[in-house]
Structures are given as structure tokens and as C-alpha cells.
């Protein structure tokens, strides 16, 4: 038997970076336990083989056609145990999908969130079928054509269609524990605040232990569950969701940087500008400008 090495799903880093999404064949022979690292960018695959998939507190293994969607808030690791091993994998951020950033996330998804249904077991026609799509995407990228990543677009959101039509694989089980029943709660919570669609209803939460009060836990409870199923810390989730609504209040609405800030929970104008700064290196103006 070869030795199992530990690899990175993603091998594209500076492409990724670039423009947001990468689409590519597994090839076959590989024999490597894979750790998805990345924290920004979501993962729909589809495999054909033998695998070992732990996914956050929950385990499958997978002995057929298997499509799968990764969420890079949530860990995970994928232990391939086939010597023929073939299929097709596509990165990509949410800011790349999502072009309106008004639009519902991706956490949200009942493929990608938290206690959601990520693996799917496939017949062989509908296997033929995803291949195909990942085939022309893979011919699309190699293409200088002016709107490839608008089709980009409409083939991932196809991939996710076709996925949402379909029933979760059965024999993946899963360990409802204490804090991925918290984690959940807490994205959704955090989700349901947004978006902001009124000054005059600010965000209610914006700390950990604001959460927690709400959730009636205790803001260590919170933290440790957060961290737990996702590997990172509570803070980041929310910092993140926050200055996400800011550039989305910033391209898309008429209001005052003074009246965002305040809408997201600043009481003064200048807390908001440091926040948004140390988060991105940039003040608020400077997206509308």
C-alpha cells in the first residue's frame, strides 16, 4: 500500500486570487489525505472512488459517484483511498458569485451552512450529466472570451441547482453535538441581521457576548463552539459579515458614511472609519470613490 501524504486542495493560490474561482480535473492514482486551508473560497466537487470525508464533527465514506460542497468557514479533510480516483473540483469566493452583494449568502445555502446536507450520491446518468458541466467549464476557462466569468457564474449556479433538486446522500451521518448546535444558531442569528435595509433599524448584535446574551449562552460557551466547528474565532465571523454589508451599504445606497456607521452599530462616525480601516486597509470613502 503507498504512503498517504498530506496535500492541499488548492494548488492555484495566485490564480485564485486573481479572479476569484479555479475549475480543474482530479486526475487519477492520487493516494493523499487533503486538508482544504483556505478560508476564503468555497469547493463543489465531484469525485468518483473510495474516500474518507470528516467534515466539521461529522464523518462519510464514500465508495460511489459523490458530489460534494465545501464551505471554508467549516474544516475539513478528505482521505483518498482508491487507486482510481478521477473527477472534477471548482473554487471559487462568494464575492466572486455573487455579483449583487445584496443578494442572500452563501452560508445561508442548505448546501454550504452549518448543519446542512454538503454530499449527495449520484446515479450515472445524473454523474454524466454534472461531468458535463464541469467539462465546459474547464473548455470556457482556457477561453479569451469577454464574459467567461458571467458564465462562470451561471455554470456554478447550475452545479447548485441541480444539487438542491437532488436527496442527501443517506449514509452520511453526523454528531448534532452541543457546539455545532450553538455555532448554527449564532450564523443564524448573524444572518438574519442583514440586510440592512433601514437607518432606522440598526444592527442589534455586534459582539460576542451580545450574541450570547441573546442566544442565552455563555459568551465562553459561544466562543469555544465557534471555534470548534469552524477554526475561527467568534469576532472574525462578525467582522467579516459586518464590513461585507458596509461596502454592499457603500456602492449601493445614497447614505452618509456617518448614517452606515450607525447602521451597523457605530454610535460616532470615527469608530466606524478605525473599525473599517484596521479590517481593510482602506477608509469607507475611498470604495465609493
Known amino acids: 500500500m503507498k504512503d498517504r501524504n498530506v496535500a492541499p486542495v488548492s494548488e492555484f ?20 489525505v487533503r486538508t482544504y486551508n483556505r478560508k476564503d473560497f468555497y469547493k463543489i466537487c465531484l469525485v468518483t472512488g473510495r474516500s474518507i470525508v470528516q467534515y466539521a464533527d461529522r464523518g462519510i465514506e464514500i465508495d460511489a459517484k459523490t458530489l460534494f460542497f465545501g464551505n471554508p468557514h467549516i474544516p475539513y479533510s478528505w482521505e483518498i483511498i482508491s487507486e ?5 473540483t471548482c473554487l471559487f469566493s462568494e464575492g466572486f458569485l455573487k455579483v449583487n452583494e445584496r443578494s442572500e449568502s452563501l452560508q445561508e445555502s442548505p448546501l454550504f451552512k452549518i448543519g446542512g446536507t454538503p454530499i449527495f450520491t449520484l446515479s450515472e446518468e445524473q454523474r454524466d450529466f454534472i461531468a458535463s458541466i464541469f467539462q465546459k467549464m474547464i473548455a470556457e476557462d482556457a477561453t479569451d472570451y ?36 450553538t455555532a448554527s ?4 442569528l448573524l444572518e438574519r441581521q442583514f440586510p440592512i435595509e433601514s437607518i432606522d433599524q440598526p444592527m442589534q448584535f455586534k459582539t460576542a457576548q451580545e450574541f450570547a446574551n441573546r442566544l ?14 469552524t477554526g475561527r474565532p467568534t469576532s472574525a465571523h462578525i467582522a467579516e459579515r459586518i464590513i461585507m454589508e458596509a461596502k454592499a451599504l457603500l456602492i449601493h445606497t445614497d447614505w452618509t458614511i456617518a448614517e452606515i456607521g450607525y447602521a451597523l452599530g457605530f454610535e460616532y462616525p470615527a469608530y466606524f472609519n478605525n473599525y473599517f480601516k484596521r479590517l481593510t486597509g482602506t477608509v469607507p470613502s475611498s470604495v465609493r470613490s
Open 13 to 32: 493560490g495566485a490564480e485564485l486570487r486573481n479572479q476569484g474561482f479555479k475549475v480543474f480535473e482530479i486526475k487519477a492514482g492520487e493516494n493523499v
Open 185 to 188: 444558531l449564532f450564523f443564524d
Open 146 to 181: 469577454l464574459f467567461k466569468h458571467d458564465l462562470m457564474r451561471n455554470y456554478i449556479n447550475l452545479l447548485i441547482h441541480e444539487a438542491l433538486k437532488m436527496q442527501p446522500a443517506e449514509n452520511f451521518f453526523k454528531h448534532k453535538n452541543a457546539a455545532e448546535r
Open 216 to 229: 442565552s449562552v455563555h459568551v465562553n460557551h459561544l466562543n469555544r463552539s465557534v471555534k470548534e466547528i
Open 84 to 88: 482510481e480516483y478521477t473527477g472534477y
